[in-house]
């Protein structure tokens, strides 16, 4: 199964626009591409608890995972500040890396941003997050 990149910048720019962000005004959409085809998608939702806050993409992932869903293929990502376009790449923050990689066992998972001029940057998660740490480094605790 390909990846349809333009499907999926679609449907995280539809998802953005169900974003919660009344303290940064900045809005990110994401839908994440299952193995088997289906598509998840998430926005952020901020709280005036700023911790308490959850990413468009975890969002997405939680959904999955809620439904029984742990093998992925890809992630789009959009944002840009409210009432504005995409200006540039936004690109997923530390915290979403790390749960991408608990879920995300291919090194083929692409991370596949929108780049404000019409095109997309796409890169694979091990080249957005290298030499990262996954439940397969307990092995080498004991």
């Not at 959904?63 to 093998?71: C, D, F, L, M, T």
Request: aromatic content about 8%; some cysteine.
């Amino acid at each position: 199964m390909e990846i349809n990149e333009t499907e999926l910048i679609c449907l995280a720019k539809d998802a953005r626009e169900h974003s919660y962000a009344p303290y940064s005004h900045f809005k990110v959409g994401a839908a994440l591409l299952a193995d088997d085809g289906r598509i998840y998608t998430g926005c952020n939702v901020e709280n005036a608890s700023f911790g308490a806050t959850n990413c468009a993409e975890r969002t997405a992932f939680f959904k999955a995972v809620s439904e029984g869903v742990h093998s992925f293929r890809a992630i789009a990502i959009v944002g840009a500040p409210d009432g504005t376009d995409t200006k540039d790449t936004c690109a997923p923050c530390g915290i979403c890396r790390q749960v991408m990689r608990e879920f995300c066992e291919s090194k083929d998972f692409m991370v596949i941003l929108e780049d404000g001029k019409g095109g997309t940057l796409a890169m694979t998660l091990e080249e957005l997050l290298p030499r990262s740490f996954g439940g397969e480094s307990f092995a080498h605790c004991h």
